[in-house]
């Protein structure tokens, strides 16, 4: 597997906008294949107007409601603060028919998807709003609407709030993607990209992993409603800051792609079920996959989960902390390696069986776990975990958890709960060849029962089963 983080098409685009520069600065004229743009330019008109491969310069200010279809390998960059915007500012009246609410006409999306907790029985409405940068909750009724809520009469187009709006920004979003369509090979960086109304499983940048190839750099992806970015076969995420969106943060899908050097934090802020799919990276059905150094923090789902037939995927050097539910997660899937993370805090909830590990197997075969820092929190959650299951069969054979091969681990429990080890809920023994060694464990806070080999156990029953042979534990 090529562990390399680097991309030549990334770096070759640096040393271009160098040199554009540099031109730019001794004739005073943009070079051919160079449009520069503004907030008040019809950008689609200049897009569809230019040859495959024009770099478009976006000047500093805020372009709203902006939805580009680029050309194959079009190149998007922005100088300053660029900031995307996909909402529509309101304009609000006190209600004529006499509510005692303010009102204003907006024009409603009806498509809803997704599964929401039942605390947030709205998420699947992709249109948010928001009052000075500051969302607003959801309701279902104008009736007793209180303040920082607001209510969306679909069938008439009106939107109420509760007090006088007076004197604030008032946002709606309102537009799907920022980037979407089949191009291949677009580049997109140095950007802001910032409430759009993407429904849940699809990007603001990126669409439903349409495009292939796209590079994404230096991007900050925010209140966006579905996911931040979304990016098919071939495409690179990298030093980029993905947060506040409302389902999910990034998703990968295809071969040889590449999520490096992010954070990605805080997302799901609209309420998915994070087992139907939220939280902060979600990968299906990949090939070769990359995720390295990133730093992946409160987002409520798991951090990172490689979902459905995903091979040869590479976790390396990332940080993974205060995940609502999973750290790492690689699940009905096949051979990977996780190695060098630092994963902490995951899954602090009351927790049953092995859910909510900090580095999980589900029904997974063939991965090798190693080198990672692993710290349960006394609250709940779990070390590492094997879980094998009935799922039936994916692209390499049946999803089954064997021949995974966890070492050289150090694994820390700050409470008396929390275990590693494997689990099944087959009747059969397809959970052959899984072997932990080599791995280093500290109880800080007592209990005993800190392993599960198809049964809760001991440090000493782990090792009566052969595990852990050379392994240390409990200081």
């Given at each position: ?5 680097s991309?030549?098409?990334a ?18 004229q943009t ?33 709203r ?5 680029p ?12 900031i ?13 028919a ?16 997704g ?9 699947g ?40 709006p007076a ?8 537009t ?13 960086n ?11 499983q ?26 931040g ?6 495409s ?17 899908g ?11 934090s ?5 309420g ?22 990133n730093?992946v ?10 979902d ?7 976790y390396?050097?990332n ?6 539910n ?9 051979n ?61 054979g ?26 099944d809920s ?18 800080q806070?007592?209990?005993?029962v800190h392993w ?17 042979t ?6």
């Amino acid at each position: 597997m090529d562990t390399s983080v680097s991309h030549p098409r990334a770096r070759s685009l640096n040393v271009f906008l160098l040199g554009l520069a540099f031109a730019v600065s001794l004739t005073g004229q943009t070079p051919p294949g160079i449009v520069n743009l503004s907030p008040a330019d019809n950008i689609q008109a200049a897009v569809t107007a230019a040859p495959e491969g024009t770099t478009f310069v976006l000047q500093a200010g805020v372009y709203r409601m902006l939805s580009v279809v680029p050309k194959n390998n079009d190149i998007f960059t922005g100088t300053g603060s660029v900031i995307l915007n996909g909402s529509q500012i309101l304009s609000f009246k006190l209600d004529p028919a006499g509510s005692g609410l303010w009102v204003a006409n907006a024009t409603a999306s009806t498509f809803v998807h997704g599964t929401c907790q039942s605390a947030y029985p709205l998420c699947g409405y992709s249109q948010d709003l928001f009052v000075d940068n500051v969302l607003q909750t959801p309701t279902s009724s104008s009736i007793g609407l209180a303040p920082k809520s607001w209510y969306f009469d679909r069938g008439n187009n009106a939107v109420y709030v509760s007090s006088n709006p007076a004197g604030h920004v008032v946002e709606l979003s309102m537009t799907t993607n920022a980037f979407s369509g089949s191009a291949t090979g677009v580049q997109v960086n140095h950007l802001i990209v910032e409430k759009y109304a993407c429904p849940a499983q699809n990007g603001a940048i990126g669409a439903n992993k349409s495009g292939t190839g796209w590079i994404v750099d230096h991007v900050e992806s925010r209140w966006n409603h579905g996911a931040g970015i979304e990016l098919g076969s071939g495409s690179q995420i990298s030093n980029s800051f993905i947060h506040h969106n409302g389902q999910l943060g990034i998703a990968l899908g295809g071969t040889n792609s590449v999520a490096s050097n992010n954070e990605i934090s805080w997302n799901n802020y609209s309420g998915f079920d994070a087992g139907w799919e939220a939280g902060g990276g979600k990968f299906l059905l990949t090939t070769n996959l990359a995720v390295q150094s990133n730093y992946v923090h409160d987002n409520k789902g798991p951090g990172l989960w490689t979902d459905t037939d995903n091979v040869g995927t590479l976790y390396e050097n990332n940080t993974v902390i205060n995940n609502l539910n999973e750290g790492i997660k690689h699940e009905v899937s096949f051979n990977a390696i996780i190695r060098n993370n630092t994963v902490k805090g995951n899954g602090n909830i009351s927790t049953v069986w092995l859910w909510n590990a900090q580095i999980e197997l589900q029904a997974s075969s063939n991965v090798e776990v190693y080198g990672n820092t692993v710290e349960v929190p006394a609250g709940g959650g779990n070390g590492i975990a094997l879980i094998n299951e009935s799922r039936g069969a994916g692209t390499l054979g049946t999803y089954v958890a064997a021949n995974n091969n966890v070492h050289n681990n150090t694994i820390t429990y700050l409470g008396i709960g929390g275990c590693s080890g494997i689990v099944d809920s087959t009747t059969g023994n397809t959970a052959v060849g899984n072997r932990f060694d080599y791995d280093h464990y500290i109880v800080q806070n007592g209990g005993t029962v800190h392993w599960n080999w198809f049964t809760g156990m001991d440090w000493k029953g782990l090792l009566a089963v052969g595990q852990e042979t050379h392994g240390s534990c409990c200081n």
